[in-house]
């Protein structure tokens, strides 16, 4: 049979609710192809829009994981529908006749069906009936999405060309949230792979009962058996992301695109993450420099031990024992004060260049036993009129003679060698504790 001029249709391979399938070829392109038949319009008053509405939707998609459609047209009063041929069987096939699969290929086909969703809800296409019959296996192990012919455009609400109140779906993987009644959204499709992950682990579904009604009361109030309590060998972290796809609220399933990233990232094994590597010890921070020029302490301060000083012997009767500094500090005082009354006594008025000469042989100092001569008044000092301080005047005398000079002298050189020799007495005491 030779269809629009160019499809010829070899053997059917498959039959649906609104048309039959079959094995063609396209003679003009020379390559094999599905032909989807529309079956008489009489089986189903809406199956004529809803056959085109599966061409417009697939057509929009060009995806690895879903069937692409070719062509669409009319031949003899019925609609054709040309798409691509996947050379393998449906999931459902699979379960019949193998029974529950192991969970690397169920991990397999979740990535690349949650990829084939995640095309058309960005597309903003849902497809509504996923399903083991609409999941197609290639040859070489690669899944197709096909059947789109309930999908709905979520911006184009008349999309689904049902009657009011009608539920469109099967039962067995239908959302909570469409059991309600509301609009599909791709959280229902998420929900309808969860439902059918868990036959495909377990060989059955989720949810079962003898009514659709039933098994919609389930889907809204009932919690699913994990699998592995049904015999499932997975990995708990398989099991427990299965669950979240079959949470009751849309907003607590992940996104399409989430379920294939974790699927293929090999999440689903449960494996440990590998522990970070340990992080480099840090360099030490810049020392601040002080006020002083020396780096300032910026760590924790530390406590050094400090030599315990002994115990000094007591001074002998008439000593006094005094620390080292204090002594030198003493000891600076006293011959300041000396040096400084010295001073006061050479500098006083009394004592002047011009005074008269003493008696003897001029140019030579009086010797000790010549009579000095007479005082003089000294002249009245103006203190009001002086810019600086005044010191108290000492009471003006004669000057001292020579020999008297040097007495004071020796005796001022005396205390000043007996106080340096008191300090380096205690300075060697120092040194010995």
Same mark, same amino acid.
């Given at each position: 049979?030779?269809?629009?001029?160019?499809?010829?249709?070899?053997?059917?391979?498959?039959?649906?609710?609104?048309?039959?399938?079959?094995?063609?070829?396209?003679?003009?392109?020379?390559?094999?192809?599905?032909?989807?038949?529309?079956?008489?319009?009489?089986?189903?008053?809406?199956?004529?829009?809803?056959?085109?509405?599966?061409?417009?939707?697939?057509?929009?998609?060009?995806?690895?994981?879903?069937?692409?459609?070719?062509?669409?047209?009319?031949?003899?009063?019925?609609?054709?529908?040309?798409?691509?041929?996947?050379?393998?069987?449906?999931?459902?096939?699979?379960?019949?006749?193998?029974?529950?699969?192991?969970?690397?290929?169920?991990?397999?086909?979740?990535?690349?069906?949650?990829?084939?969703?995640?095309?058309?809800?960005?597309?903003?296409?849902?497809?509504?009936?996923?399903?083991?019959?609409?999941?197609?296996?290639?040859?070489?192990?690669?899944?197709?999405?096909?059947?789109?012919?309930?999908?709905?455009?979520?911006?184009?609400?008349?999309?689904?060309?049902?009657?009011?109140?009608?539920?469109?779906?099967?039962?067995?993987?239908?959302? =909570?949230? &469409?059991? %309600?009644?509301? +609009?599909?959204? #791709? @959280?229902?499709?998420? $929900?309808? /792979? *969860?439902? !059918?992950?868990?036959?495909?682990?377990?060989?059955?579904?989720?949810?079962?009962?003898?009514?659709?009604?039933?098994?919609?009361?389930?889907?809204?109030?009932?919690?699913?058996? =994990?699998? &592995?309590? %049904?015999?499932? +060998?997975?990995? #708990? @972290?398989?099991?427990? $992301?299965? /669950? *979240?796809? !079959?949470?009751?609220?849309?907003?607590?399933?992940?996104?399409?695109?989430?379920?294939?990233?974790?699927?293929?990232?090999?999440?689903?094994?449960?494996?440990?993450?590998?522990? =970070?590597?340990?992080?480099?010890?840090? +360099?030490?921070? #810049?020392?601040?420099?002080?006020?002083?020029?020396?780096?300032?302490?910026?760590?924790?301060?530390?406590?050094?031990?400090?030599?315990?000083?002994?115990?000094?012997?007591?001074?002998?009767?008439?000593?006094?024992?005094?620390?080292?500094?204090?002594?030198?500090?003493?000891?600076?005082?006293?011959?300041?004060?000396?040096?400084?009354?010295?001073?006061?006594?050479?500098?006083?008025?009394?004592?002047?260049?011009?005074?008269?000469?003493?008696?003897?042989?001029?140019?030579?100092?009086?010797?000790?036993?010549?009579?000095?001569?007479?005082?003089?008044?000294?002249?009245?000092?103006?203190?009001?009129?002086?810019?600086?301080?005044?010191?108290?005047?000492?009471?003006?005398?004669?000057?001292?003679?020579?020999?008297?000079?040097?007495?004071?002298?020796?005796?001022?050189?005396?205390?000043?060698?007996?106080?340096?020799?008191?300090?380096?007495?205690?300075?060697?005491?120092?040194?010995?504790?």
């Amino acid at each position: 049979m030779l269809i629009a001029g160019r499809y010829r249709l070899h053997d059917p391979i498959g039959r649906g609710a609104m048309g039959e399938v079959w094995r063609a070829v396209d003679e003009t392109l020379g390559r094999t192809v599905a032909v989807k038949l529309l079956l008489p319009r009489d089986a189903d008053p809406t199956a004529a829009s809803r056959f085109r509405l599966e061409a417009q939707t697939a057509g929009r998609l060009n995806h690895p994981h879903v069937v692409g459609v070719y062509d669409f047209g009319e031949y003899e009063g019925r609609l054709f529908l040309v798409m691509e041929l996947v050379e393998g069987d449906s999931l459902a096939r699979l379960l019949t006749t193998g029974g529950p699969l192991p969970a690397d290929q169920v991990a397999r086909i979740a990535a690349q069906a949650a990829a084939g969703l995640a095309a058309a809800h960005q597309q903003g296409i849902v497809h509504r009936d996923v399903k083991p019959a609409n999941l197609l296996m290639d040859a070489d192990g690669t899944l197709k999405i096909g059947d789109f012919g309930i999908a709905r455009f979520v911006d184009d609400p008349s999309g689904a060309l049902t009657t009011t109140g009608q539920i469109v779906g099967t039962s067995l993987y239908l959302a =909570p949230e &469409r059991a %309600l009644g509301e +609009a599909a959204g #791709p @959280a229902c499709d998420v $929900y309808a /792979l *969860g439902c !059918l992950l868990y036959q495909l682990l377990t060989g059955r579904p989720p949810f079962q009962a003898d009514t659709a009604v039933a098994i919609l009361h389930q889907h809204l109030d009932a919690a699913p058996v =994990p699998p &592995r309590q %049904l015999g499932a +060998a997975l990995p #708990p @972290a398989f099991e427990n $992301y299965l /669950l *979240g796809l !079959l949470a009751k609220r849309p907003e607590d399933r992940p996104t399409a695109q989430q379920i294939t990233d974790w699927f293929a990232g090999g999440a689903w094994e449960g494996r440990p993450e590998p522990l =970070p590597a340990p992080a480099a010890a840090p +360099a030490p921070a #810049p020392s601040v420099a002080s006020a002083s020029g020396f780096p300032a302490e910026t760590g924790p301060p530390t406590t050094y031990a400090l030599p315990s000083a002994a115990v000094r012997p007591p001074r002998s009767r008439g000593q006094f024992a005094r620390r080292p500094r204090v002594l030198g500090t003493a000891a600076a005082v006293v011959v300041f004060l000396a040096a400084m009354l010295a001073g006061m006594l050479w500098f006083s008025p009394g004592h002047s260049s011009a005074e008269s000469p003493r008696t003897g042989t001029p140019g030579t100092p009086g010797t000790p036993g010549t009579t000095p001569p007479a005082p003089t008044t000294p002249a009245p000092t103006a203190t009001a009129s002086s810019p600086t301080p005044s010191l108290p005047t000492p009471t003006a005398t004669a000057p001292p003679t020579e020999g008297e000079r040097k007495q004071r002298e020796g005796a001022q050189d005396k205390r000043t060698k007996d106080e340096a020799a008191d300090e380096d007495e205690d300075e060697d005491e120092a040194g010995e504790d």
